[in-house]
T-cell receptor, first 111, second 117 residues
Framework: GDSVTQMEGPVTLSEEAFLTINCTYT??????LFWYVQYPGEGLQLLLK?????DKGSNKGFEATYRKETTSFHLEKGSVQVSDSAVYFC??????????FGDGTTLTVKP | GAVVSQHPSWVICKSGTSVKIECRSL??????MFWYRQFPKQSLMLMAT?????????EQGVEKDKFLINHASLTLSTLTVTSAHPEDSSFYIC?????????????FGPGTRLLVL
């Protein structure tokens, strides 16, 4: 079946450091790929998405590129802020509309 | 982006009572909504898919008589936890499907935290 594997956390960085959270997937067909962010006590917010190979999703300084050859969708940000501290979920949605989420990666950014 | 609301955001109830949680898409119509459960520091577990005008589709291991889902309109789905027990305490999150094909995206509600005493 479909699956999403995320880099295990927690990840702790200093402010202005470079962030990478790895995400790889297995799925039949050509899924759409997503990154969601969850702040403490809240639901999930869509951060960015990519719908086909080589697409780059970007938002609020975060980027991720849909790499079909490596089945990856790694999340990156050049300079993190304390306000980026949250849990990040990688997810895919198949053509049949079924979604699968990774286990989440907790990011803590220290001043 | 599209907005999904949930109500209530917090509920505390006694064991044996039933609790209803509402999920609304505020600025779009959603023929399909999803209900998830999230335990502390864990990922989302899909409980069921709610389709407007038809019965919900439950995931394996989820009791449909325990978790009643009604998708009454194109903007409202409700989850009723019947005869709640302490083990039902959790964070319940709904999402609504927006768009079609490659543009399809799920938008999530803010979640409802249920505590059963």
């Amino acid at each position: 079946g479909d699956s999403v594997t995320q880099m295990e956390g927690p990840v702790t960085l200093s402010e202005e450091a470079f962030l990478t959270i790895n995400c790889t997937y297995t799925a039949t067909g050509y899924p759409s790929l997503f990154w969601y962010v969850q702040y403490p006590g809240e639901g999930l917010q869509l951060l960015l998405k990519a719908t086909k190979a080589d697409d780059k999703g970007s938002n609020k300084g975060f980027e991720a590129t849909y790499r079909k050859e490596t089945t990856s969708f790694h999340l990156e940000k050049g300079s993190v802020q304390v306000s980026d501290s949250a849990v990040y979920f990688c997810a895919l949605t198949t053509n049949a509309g079924k979604s699968t989420f990774g286990d989440g990666t907790t990011l803590t950014v220290k001043p | 982006g599209a907005v999904v609301s949930q109500h209530p955001s917090w509920v505390i109830c006694k064991s044996g009572t039933s609790v209803k949680i509402e999920c609304r898409s505020l600025d779009f119509q959603a023929t399909t909504m999803f209900w998830y459960r999230q335990f502390p520091k864990q990922s989302l577990m899909l409980m069921a898919t709610s389709n407007e005008g038809s019965k919900a589709t439950y995931e394996q291991g989820v009791e449909k008589d325990k978790f009643l889902i009604n998708h009454a309109s194109l903007t409202l789905s409700t989850l009723t936890v019947t005869s709640a027990h302490p083990e039902d305490s959790s964070f319940y999150i709904c999402s609504a499907r927006h768009g079609r094909g490659l543009q399809e995206t799920q938008y999530f509600g803010p979640g409802t935290r249920l505590l059963v005493l």
